[in-house]
């Protein structure tokens, strides 16, 4: 069920992090796997480890972002699976002066960016008569967290789930499924603060009810089940992986 022999998948946001973690599951069960980022030397380290292909790209730039499924095509050919990894914060001041800029950063990278990618992927999906998309989205598209400021994030976040059940209706008639992973707090270039601050990082274990600390791992088993057959009945949907912290 969760054999993925020969399939070719696009990962964006490939160069660490989660990204890294679900290009390499997926890869390990046969996936033809497309690493996508902007740093060129991480990743062609992460294309090499899994016999992928890099293509280094900047997807806050959404006229390159216009350029990756072509470039899949052409080194792999048609794409049956998209996972959008790619995300960032670009401020992190509270909402009333956060600057438009910023707000337009964000909103473009985590949620144009994706659509732009699920357009591009569309005709091909069709084409092989099944196709998956999953979006990385946050626990931080569902409810507020006290003492991080986060407003355009959240509010791109939320935006990537209605997208997903959007997309998820209107093209379920070509058997192409759209869902959403949402992580809660793990280890990342974006957390690492938190991490490194023992108030912040016991405030992190205070309001998760499962006692350990999240990784990267613990979210490709979703991303696994929805990007292959295990899923083929799921499309729409929004799952939290989060250790229970959206539970309290």
């Known amino acids: 069920m ?41 990743l062609a380290a992460v294309a090499k480890r899994i016999g992928g292909v890099a293509i280094a790209r900047d997807l806050s730039d959404l006229d390159q972002a216009g350029s990756v499924i072509p470039a899949v095509v052409d080194a792999l050919g048609p794409p049956e699976i998209l996972i959008n990894a790619a995300g960032s914060m670009f401020t992190e001041e509270r909402a009333e002066a956060e600057p438009r800029v910023a707000i337009e950063q964000t909103l473009g990278l985590n949620l144009i960016a994706p659509f732009l990618l699920a357009q591009a992927a569309f005709p091909h999906m069709v084409e ?37 059940a959007e997309l998820a209706v209107q093209w379920a008639r070509h058997s192409i499924r759209v869902n959403t992973v949402a992580p809660g707090f793990f280890r990342s270039e974006i957390t690492g603060p938190l991490y490194d601050s023992s108030k912040a990082a016991e405030y992190l274990r205070r309001n998760t009810p499962l006692p350990k600390e999240g990784s990267a791992q613990d979210i490709v088993g979703a ?17 939290v992986v989060d250790g229970g ?3 309290r």
Do not use: C, H, M
């Open 128 to 164: 092989a008569g099944r196709g998956s998309i999953v979006n990385i989205s946050s626990i931080s598209g569902r409810v507020g967290i006290p003492g991080i400021p986060q407003a355009s994030y959240a509010a791109s976040k939320a935006g990537l789930s209605g997208l997903t």
């Open 245 to 247: 912290w959206t539970a």
């Open 223 to 239: 991303v696994l089940w929805l990007a292959g057959d295990a899923g083929s009945y799921v499309t729409g949907q929004t799952i």
């Open 2 to 42: 969760f054999d993925l022999d020969g399939r070719v998948a696009v990962v964006t946001g490939a160069s660490s992090g989660l990204g890294v973690a679900i290009a390499e599951a997926l890869a390990s069960v046969g996936a033809r796997v497309a690493v996508v980022a902007r740093r060129a030397d991480k």
